[in-house]
């Protein structure tokens, strides 16, 4: 299960700043907006380590240009407005949580895989052990003279059949 994460970032940040996510996602030059999708932009580039090509395509099929601005311009932000940066610290503190709770259910899943793979081997080696236990314990039930006409009898169907 794979997670878009700049979805998960636009859907966040709109609902912190009390926008819908698809305005975001929108061509809209409106102020607030701007300064929304500028937010998502950073928050993608500087928390998550996503890059800005794909950011900005993401994000409305803008340019790498559009998301280092973004960047430069919240970077300036935090740095005047020290609300801003209680609003980034928010941000931040959110979206590691998501990223680890993320993290840790596809950890979760990965082992419940490794473990299910792993009975099940185990269940395969299992039942061939007792398949060949099956078998050897018949096996002890012939004699030598009977093992041997076994193997006459079979080459000699072989060489009937011309496979030998």
């Known amino acids: 299960m794979k997670i878009d994460v700049v979805r998960r970032?636009?859907?966040?940040?709109a609902t912190l700043r009390g926008v819908r996510p698809d305005e975001l996602m929108s061509k809209s030059r409106e102020p607030h907006i701007v300064q929304v999708r500028q937010l998502a932009m950073w928050a993608c580039v500087k928390v998550l380590g996503v890059s800005n090509a794909s950011t900005a395509r993401r994000l409305g099929?803008?340019?790498?240009s559009t998301c280092l601005y973004a960047v430069k311009a919240i970077e300036e932000r935090i740095q005047l407005r020290p609300g801003y940066r209680e609003?980034?610290?928010q941000l931040r503190t959110i979206l590691q949580a998501?990223?680890?709770?993320?993290r840790t259910v596809a950890e979760a899943a990965r082992a419940m895989e490794v473990a299910t793979s792993l009975r099940r081997k185990k269940?395969?080696?299992s039942y061939l052990a007792k398949?060949?236990?099956?078998?050897?314990s018949r096996m002890g039930t012939y004699t030598e003279t009977?093992?041997?006409?076994?193997?006459?009898?079979?080459?000699?169907?072989?060489?009937?059949a011309g496979h030998v």
């Not at 099929?61 to 790498?64: A, E, N, P, T, V």
Request: cysteine-free.
């Open 131 to 136: 398949s060949v236990e099956r078998s050897a």
């Open 87 to 89: 609003l980034t610290d």
């Open 9 to 13: 970032v636009v859907h966040i940040v």
């Open 98 to 102: 998501e990223t680890l709770a993320a």
């Open 123 to 125: 269940l395969r080696e």
């Open 61 to 64: 099929g803008r340019d790498h």
């Open 146 to 160: 009977d093992l041997q006409g076994f193997n006459d009898a079979f080459a000699r169907a072989m060489r009937e």
